[in-house]
Nanobody, 126 residues
Framework: QVQLVESGGGLVQAGGSLRLSCVAS????????IGWFRQAPGKEREGVSC????????FYVDSVRGRFTISRDNAKKTVYLQMNSLKSEDTAVYYC???????????????????WGQGTQVTVSS
């Protein structure tokens, strides 16, 4: 059974940091691009960052580039999102998702994400 489980969210003051984790199970994570998405209240879900299977180059949406860092540890079946210099507009539920087998990142999102985690809430107070 494919599972993606996010953790690490919480309440933080503006300017602070959080590190999100996405733990995968039920599939070989090495074979998939993994991405982070977020959805703020009243807004559509948006892509945040993606990291490919073998290409270590990460991709970011402009609004987080320079503040967020995505990384993966295939041995631990975990993808991380280090979030620094957080702003109130980063408040959202953050989700991880895997892309389609055999495909890479399509910009800052995995190609045709097929499976999603349940999300973790990030709240940034100003």
């Amino acid at each position: 059974q494919v599972q993606l489980v996010e953790s690490g969210g919480g309440l933080v003051q503006a300017g602070g940091s959080l590190r999100l984790s996405c733990v995968a199970s039920g599939f070989t994570m090495d074979h998939y691009a993994i991405g982070w998405f977020r959805q703020a209240p009243g807004k559509e879900r948006e892509g945040v960052s993606c990291i490919g299977q073998s290409d270590p180059r990460p991709f970011y949406v402009d609004s987080v580039r320079g503040r967020f860092t995505i990384s993966r540890d295939n041995a631990k079946k975990t993808v991380y999102l280090q979030m620094n210099s957080l702003k109130s507009e980063d408040t959202a539920v953050y989700y991880c998702a895997r892309g389609r087998l055999g495909y890479y990142c399509s910009g800052y999102v995995p190609y045709e994400p097929t499976d999603w985690g349940q999300g973790t809430q990030v709240t940034v107070s100003s």
